[in-house]
């Protein structure tokens, strides 16, 4: 059997995996995705893009691209509302809210588009920056040693087998997750029920009289029922709970039980309905799911990292669950590259679960409740937008790779994401969120002393406020909770890791150790030298 070596392999062609793919390769890190699906799915999952994934896209270019794309038909149906029946009398009806404003927060505003319709975008930037993208191509069973990962691999396609040797595997292979389960890691969180996804091509124009509805919940055929819409007008996807208990499967849901639950949930017993498959090309009629809120035990086994619905899920109210997944490799990715090219002590990547597991778990706990709030007494959505803005923009880490202070406020504490000020650069306007990444970015206050790297080096790009950057606000020493003559050193992921009120001689003198400890690097051994 032959063997092919990369350094990570990533199991997932979703959007995490996908995202994956294009920042490691940002970072020159060689990648292999595969996934085992012939091509990505249609079913509805995340239409909004939050500010701060739309951030993550912008520094990989992918902004204009999806931008430029149709948008969500969520656009224009605005509508949720609840009730026994599409076509019976409404219980609750509401709009969703529009777009957050975060121009005062973010250079990128949130966007509203398919999921099913970013992927292929994704995808295809994977491929430009020189990922080695693989669909219809399965994983199979992993060993794992002190140097690496070995994975059994075939391709659906032609049935050829052959090995890849890894130094690191993404576990980014959906909820269900073979690779988290064949490493025996358990969830704990609520399960809340089964459901079968029935897509389907209907003329649903009586039963809608003129509502934008974009969102039913509804109680036939069973109650927990949910319609939305898929990616044009007269597609959609019946969301249905069933019971595994009392024996009841997917395979119970033959094309005729799938008619009449789009009939009895619709209201019209003669509605014309054409079922379509959850996968295309896939061969399956229906696709399962959980509707679920749970965290794992565990982020990382050795070599292995979970990512996105392989170590959490959560209910697909607010649309958080991708956004969360995104932020997750991307919080991986430059330790990764960090670590695979020498830059990085492998402690570095014993950061990635205590920065990233709060965060999966502050938004569940978001979810659920927008997912009950919705198909209880009330919308839901306003109750979290704030919260929503909060967890995508203001949340801070607590790890070894962050140097903590008690410094003013929480603008500019390290474990934060640097703020966004309106800058220039080479005369021309830009974000302070542009110019981080990839590597780390030390930015002098135009106070600052000369003291300390007048260069950049291979792991470190200096900036000084008033020459390489102006601020025409006069914002950026108070946002980030320093003086003047003060200083910030910025992750690649743009998270804050130090900073310091006053740079002189002695924090200059001060910043290879603060490399080292955010490195997990034995101090003085410091890459690139200094």
């Known amino acids: 059997m032959s063997e092919e070596n990369t350094a990570v392999l990533i199991a997932g062609g979703g959007i995490v995996g996908l995202s994956a793919a294009v920042f490691l390769r940002r970072h020159g890190v060689p990648v ?31 902004e204009e691209a999806v931008r430029s794309a149709p948008p969500s038909v969520f656009l224009e149906a605005t509508d949720v509302v609840r009730a026994a029946t599409l076509t019976g009398p409404e219980e609750y009806r509401g709009s969703r809210p529009p777009g957050e404003s975060v121009g005062w927060a973010s250079p990128c505003s949130p966007a509203l588009v398919e999921q099913s319709t ?72 609520k399960r809340l029920a089964r459901v079968v996804n029935i897509a389907f091509e209907a003329d649903l124009g009586a039963a809608l009289r003129g509502r934008p509805v974009g969102l039913g919940y509804l109680a036939r055929p ?31 849901f033959t094309p005729e039980r799938c008619v009449a639950a789009v009939r009895a949930a619709v209201g019209d017993q003669d509605l014309d309905v ?78 990635y679960e ?12 978001l979810s659920t409740r927008l ?32 140097l903590a202070d008690a410094g003013p406020g929480e603008s500019g504490r390290p474990g934060t994401r640097a703020p966004h000020l309106d800058l220039e650069r080479d005369g021309r306007a830009c974000s302070s969120i542009d110019v981080y990444g990839p590597h780390f970015t030390l930015v002098l206050g135009p106070g600052a002393t000369p003291d300390g790297p007048g260069a950049d080096h291979e792991w470190l790009k ?15 020493a108070a946002a980030h909770g320093v003086g003047d003559g003060g200083a910030v050193l910025v992750r690649p992921d743009g998270f804050i890791a130090w900073r310091v009120p006053l740079w002189d001689a002695e924090s200059a003198r001060e910043l290879p150790g603060v490399l080292a400890r955010v490195l997990a690097l034995p101090w003085p051994s410091l890459p690139g030298g200094g």
């Not at 087998?161 to 909820?175: E, N, P, Q, S």
């Not at 009629?285 to 959560?314: F, K, N, P």
């Not at 205590?354 to 706990?365: D, K, N, S, Y």
Request: aromatic share 4%.
């Open 32 to 62: 292999l995705l595969v996934e085992r699906h012939p091509g990505t799915s249609m079913l509805a999952k995340a239409r909004v893009l939050s500010p701060r994934t739309m951030e993550l896209y912008r520094g990989h270019g992918l």
């Open 118 to 189: 970013v992927e292929p975008l994704v995808r295809a930037r994977a491929g430009e920056l020189g990922a080695d993208v693989r669909f219809h191509t399965e994983l199979g069973q992993i060993t794992q040693d002190a140097d690496g990962v070995t994975a059994a691999v075939t391709d659906r396609t032609t049935g050829h087998r052959y090995t890849v040797r890894a130094r690191h595997l993404i576990a980014a292979d959906g909820h269900r997750s073979p690779l988290r389960a064949a490493l025996g890691i358990a969830t704990r969180g």
């Open 222 to 252: 069973v109650p927990g029922t949910l319609l939305a819409r898929l990616d044009r007008g007269d597609r959609w996807v019946l969301m249905v709970p069933y019971d595994p208990e009392s024996g009841e499967g997917p395979e119970d």
């Open 274 to 351: 054409r079922v379509l498959p959850a996968v295309p090309g896939a061969g399956r009629g229906v696709h399962t799911w959980e509707l679920a809120s749970w965290v794992a035990d565990e982020y990382r086994r050795d070599r292995v990292l979970l990512a996105g619905d392989a170590v959490h899920v959560m209910p697909p109210s607010g649309g958080l669950g991708a956004n969360t997944g995104i932020q997750d490799v991307h919080n991986l990715a430059w330790k990764l590259a960090a670590v695979l090219g020498g830059r990085a002590g492998a402690g570095l990547l014993d950061t």
């Open 354 to 365: 205590p920065e990233r597991r709060p965060v999966a778990e502050l938004t569940c706990a």
């Open 371 to 402: 997912q009950e709030e919705r198909a209880g007494a009330g919308g839901g959505d306003a109750a979290a937008r704030v919260g929503r803005i909060a967890l995508g923009l203001g949340y801070r880490y607590e790890s070894d790779a962050v």
């Open 462 to 476: 200096v900036l000084r406020v008033g020459r390489e950057l102006a601020d025409p606000s006069g914002r950026w």
